[in-house]
């Protein structure tokens, strides 16, 4: 077997296509393993229930299918659980695993349990969310950092006379939401029209994310913003504009896509989503394993994939609409 070199980002969207005709993502299916004869490659995400993760199995089921992979798909049942992430990448170690594809909970946390595969002879790419590691070979994912300030220029687009600003953010350890925050900061620190009224942090739960905001907005009625950086919380902060009828008083820009939030964007409790592209992350974090494995040199190993701004005025440009519908038998 032998792996190519890195397909461009463009090339990886065709490939969902062809996955529409010829079969959909396989369910997360744990550390099970069918064919030992495989190279075997492990992907152990955050979770595995979004579409943003869904997603993400597509892209990397596509690229075990192209490589001849034997991989499997697992992560904890909630994005704060990382002893369950640390428990199954000492599995996969256990089980043979050559690379591990890793996506982290928490950035400290998890660390000595990837330490310890490295040292254990298995690759690691991350994707997604960085873990606190020297010895992982090679990073994908959006430039978090980066899509903070996406947030932070949609905010700013604005014709409110003051942007008075609330945070919804998810857990303090990942890596990911802290980035995409301090980009956010960074963007519209020093504007005049921009005050910061309350900052949150909740478990990645639609619930919690709910109920946090509807108490923000309780303590805080001047809000008129409110910014929030993951699949979860801004489907919280959504449903918290809609059952308090606030769609439009409160702006909301928020992060990934799937069919309750693009509804969201068409009805008004979301005025922007930042849509990132997990497809390739898993496309490209298997091809890169299945690379390192062989023994390939990799002349990239801090990969950016693709980010965009969609907002209710160019959610219909054709280009958008394959953002935010990849493809159409992934179910939220």
Not at 49 to 60: R, V
Not at 90 to 114: E, L, M
Not at 237 to 248: K, T
Not at 255 to 265: C, P, R, Y
Request: with cysteine.
């Amino acid at each position: 077997m032998k792996c190519s070199t890195k397909k461009r980002i463009s090339l990886i969207a065709a490939l969902c296509l062809i996955l529409c005709i010829f079969g959909s993502c396989r369910a997360a299916d744990g550390d099970l393993r069918t064919d030992r004869s495989k190279t075997y490659v492990a992907v152990i995400t955050k979770s595995t229930t979004s579409q943003y993760w869904k997603t993400t199995f597509a892209g990397a089921n596509a690229a075990s299918a192209e490589y001849n992979l034997e991989v499997t798909f697992d992560g904890p049942e909630n994005e704060e659980d990382y002893e369950t992430q640390n428990s199954m990448i000492r599995s996969a170690v256990d089980k043979g695993a050559n690379a591990i594809v890793f996506s982290a909970v928490d950035y400290n946390a998890n660390a000595s349990a990837i330490d310890e595969a490295v040292e254990a002879g298995v690759k690691v790419v991350v994707i997604d969310s960085d873990v606190n590691s020297n010895l992982v070979s090679c990073r994908i994912s959006t430039d978090n950092y980066k899509a903070g300030q996406m947030v932070g220029e949609a905010v700013l687009n604005g014709d409110e006379e003051r942007f008075k600003v609330g945070i919804v953010n998810f857990d303090k350890n990942s890596e990911n939401g802290q980035q995409r925050e301090k980009g956010f900061r960074d963007a519209v620190k020093g504007n005049s029209r921009v005050e910061i009224i309350s900052s949150i942090n909740v478990n990645s739960t639609t619930e919690e994310a709910k109920s946090a905001t509807e108490k923000m907005l309780e303590d805080h009625p001047d809000i008129n913003i409110i910014v929030t950086f993951n699949e979860w919380t801004s489907l919280g902060v959504g449903y918290a504009v809609q059952d308090l009828g606030m769609a439009s008083d409160i702006r909301v820009v928020a992060f990934d896509s799937n069919v309750v939030s693009v509804g969201m964007l068409e009805t008004g409790e979301v005025d922007a989503l930042i849509v990132q592209n997990p497809y390739a992350m898993g496309y490209l974090g298997v091809e890169y394993a299945c690379m390192l494995i062989n023994g390939e040199k990799i002349k990239e190993t801090d990969i950016d994939t693709t980010t965009t701004l969609i907002t209710r005025e160019n959610m219909y440009e054709p280009d958008n609409q394959k953002v935010l519908f990849p493809f159409e038998q992934i179910k939220y």
